[in-house]
């Protein structure tokens, strides 16, 4: 069966399209071994349709958020039809700036990653607990609990990546040590293969984001349930060539 390695890159809100033509030509020019690796870049909505056209075709686009539902009266959103409408193949959605600064809970994630799915659309959906949460000894609760919001929304898997993303490893440059991210995709696996199937756990690709970087992502790759990564800021840079490269078979 096999987890082919994925790695996204999330722009976040970053970019001029002058910079954009400039990561875009990064990759393109990019030597990786795309026989093992899914290379998928995430820029804003407003850039989506021009990276999509310079983009090499064996990378992919995601946008960074769709709407809980069909279109409408929703000023600022973006719509899952839109993404059909565009071909846009991915959304990644529940990332922590939106469920932290946007208030987005965890019921609301789940119906926008059903929704996504529901159009055809390939979701990288993300969770992830806080320093406190972390501290307080309740990552796994956590954790476990916004799975569960998604797997109580959601029947088939197969175009679903979940991103792990503990919120104090974003952007602090505090990367989770090889272990600690291998523990929590470990536990995740096995909540899913516990409330969802076996076979559900054993193809499902769990990534780590947090601060990784073209001098970590070897070791954290070469954990057993580290699938792949989602990278923010060295995204932007050439090294997420580097972190593309550090892909490893699974299985
Ligand atoms: O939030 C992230 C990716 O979605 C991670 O961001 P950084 O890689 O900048 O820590």
Known sequence: MGRKFF???????????????????????????GEDVVVVVSPPYVF?????????????????????????AYTGEISAEMLVNLDIPWVILGHSERRQLLNETNEFVG???????????????????TLEQREAGTTLDVVSEQTKAIADKVSNWDNVVLAYEPVWAIGTGKV???????EVHAALRKWVHDNVGAEVAASLRIIYGGSVNGGNSKELASQPDI????????????????IINSATVKN
């Open 48 to 72: 989506l349709p021009f990276v999509k056209s310079l983009l090499r075709s064996d990378f992919h686009v995601a946008a960074q958020n769709s709407w809980v539902r069909k279109g409408g």
């Open 176 to 182: 989770a040590s090889p272990a600690q991210a291998q």
């Open 7 to 33: 790695v996204g890159g999330n722009w976040k809100c970053n970019g001029t399209t002058e910079e954009v033509k400039k990561i875009v030509g990064t990759l393109n020019e990019a030597k990786v071994p």
């Open 111 to 129: 119906d926008k990653v059903a929704y996504a799915l529901s159009l055809g659309r390939k979701v990288i959906a993300c969770i992830g607990e």
């Open 227 to 242: 699938d792949g990564f989602l990278v923010g800021g060295a995204s932007l840079k050439p090294e997420f060539v580097d």
